[in-house]
T-cell receptor
């Protein structure tokens, strides 16, 4: 089984709809992240959480919200989706105690299309 | 803040050697990462350099020069499966997040 899973893997929705993307991990890591990836722009950080009681905004948090329901679960919500939120979304985890610095482990991604 | 520059695209021949460069600007340097990402898939960790010099891992090696703000990823004996994007990343200043470059898309041709 994959260590970091995301659901759904693909989603098509309409402008104005509320969407939730879910991420679960079995790695036992405290730190979780949400990124979006757009062609030519690379990976950009939306939100991150260092433990269940900690939520932090990233580079591009406007239009998004998150919930850390448990150590293993971190959800990303688009309250009112707009077309420029069409992108590939990745969840990632890390454990600062790892020897390789703060290596991040990524989920398989969710491809979101907003019409 | 941070800034990372990488070439957008590169092409190399199967069996050859290719070097992918990365220059970065960051305050409070705390290591540099390379990730590989096949099209439509998740990035996967390749290497981490925190000290100057060359780190070798099989066909892949990564080099760092902190004084020059420069790193490169060296891929030897290229295989078709090495066609992917290669992402250079540095930790965000004062945080445990990664700032990613836009990546270099490598195409390996027969």
């Amino acid at each position: 089984d994959a260590d970091v899973t995301q659901t759904p893997r693909n989603r098509i929705t309409k402008t104005g709809k509320r969407i939730m993307l879910e991420c679960s991990q079995t790695k036992g890591h405290d730190r979780m992240y949400w990124y979006r990836q757009d062609p030519g722009l690379g990976l950009r950080l939306i939100y991150y959480s260092f433990d269940v009681k900690d939520i932090n905004k990233g580079e591009i948090s406007d239009g998004y919200s998150v919930s850390r329901q448990a150590q293993a679960k971190f959800s990303l919500s688009l309250e009112s989706a707009i077309p420029n939120q069409t992108a590939l979304y990745f969840c990632a985890t890390s454990d600062l105690g790892q020897g390789e610095g703060n290596e991040q482990f990524f989920g398989p991604g969710t491809r979101l299309t907003v019409l | 803040g941070q800034n990372i520059d990488q070439p957008t695209e590169m092409t190399a021949t199967e069996g050859a050697i290719v070097q992918i460069n990365c220059t970065y600007q960051t305050s409070g340097f705390n290591g540099l990462f390379w990730y590989q990402q096949h099209a439509g898939e998740a990035p996967t960790f390749l290497s981490y350099n925190v000290l100057d010099g060359l780190e070798e891992k099989g066909r892949f090696s990564s080099f760092l020069s902190r004084s020059k703000g420069y790193s490169y990823l060296l891929l030897k004996e290229l295989q078709m499966k090495d066609s992917a994007s290669y992402l250079c990343a540095v930790p965000q200043t004062g945080a445990n997040n990664l700032f990613f470059g836009t990546g270099t898309r490598l195409t390996v041709i027969p």
